[in-house]
């Protein structure tokens, strides 16, 4: 079945450092592809998506790109704050109708200053 | 503002008691859902509503039952069948094929 596979973490890295969490999925077709980011104690947020092959989704200075050959869709950004610490989830919408969001199993970010 | 609310934030329960997780939203969604996030372990899928009076079993809807009798309220209720009901439990709700909107979820801690 679809799955998503997301680099274990945590994840540590200083202020300012680049940040890169690799994501891979199955999936047959073409799904829609996402990340989530969670704040301690939140629910999940929308981060940024891509909906199609070489689609680049940005948000907040972080960005992905839907890459079919590879089926990959890693997260980075170039410059992380103290802020940016949270849990990183990488999902995907199978495309079929009347499915669900599927998720990776989350990587925790921890940036300090 | 629209959104989703998940009540209460933090639960408590004894072994053996059945407890109802709330979830309402005004987005106006059809869709709900409810997933169980355990720590190194994600989000897992426990049930899903399409639509009002039909629901589906997710991943892991051994022990769990919902209902959902109103577009806008999809309630969660953990039974005492369920071997590991300690969690943190999240709602969402979505329109079509779009991105979830999440709740800010309930811990259940039962002892």
């Known amino acids: 079945g679809d799955s998503v596979t997301q680099m274990e973490g945590p994840v540590t890295l200083s202020e300012e450092a680049f940040l890169t969490i690799n994501c891979t999925y199955t999936?047959?077709?073409?799904?829609?592809l996402f990340w989530y980011v969670q704040y301690p104690g939140e629910g999940l947020q929308l981060l940024l998506k891509?909906?199609?092959?070489?689609d680049k989704g940005s948000n907040k200075g972080f960005e992905a790109t839907y890459r079919k050959e590879t089926t990959s869709f890693h997260l980075e950004k170039g410059s992380v704050q103290v802020s940016d610490s949270a849990v990183y989830f990488c999902?995907?919408?199978?495309?079929?109708?009347?499915?669900?969001?599927?998720f990776g199993k989350g990587t925790t970010l921890s940036v300090s200053s | 503002d629209g959104g989703i609310t998940q009540s209460p934030k933090y639960l408590f329960r004894k072994e053996g008691q059945n407890v109802t997780l709330s979830c309402e939203q005004n987005?106006?969604?059809?869709?709900m859902y409810w997933y169980r996030q355990d720590p190194g372990q994600g989000l897992r899928l426990i049930y899903y509503?399409?639509?009002?009076?039909?629901?589906q079993k997710g991943d892991i809807a051994e022990g769990y039952s919902v209902s959902r009798e109103k577009k806008e309220s999809f309630p969660l209720t953990v039974t005492s069948a369920q071997k590991n009901p300690t969690a943190f439990y999240l709602c969402?709700?979505?329109?079509?094929?779009?991105?979830?909107?999440f709740g800010n979820g309930t811990r259940l801690t039962v002892t």
């Open positions: 969402a709700s979505s329109i079509e094929a779009s991105p979830l909107h």
């Open positions: 999936a047959t077709g073409y799904p829609s």
């Open positions: 891509a909906t199609k092959a070489d």
């Open positions: 999902a995907l919408i199978p495309n079929q109708a009347g499915t669900a969001l599927i």
């Open positions: 987005l106006n969604h059809d869709a």
């Open positions: 509503s399409q639509i009002v009076n039909d629901f």
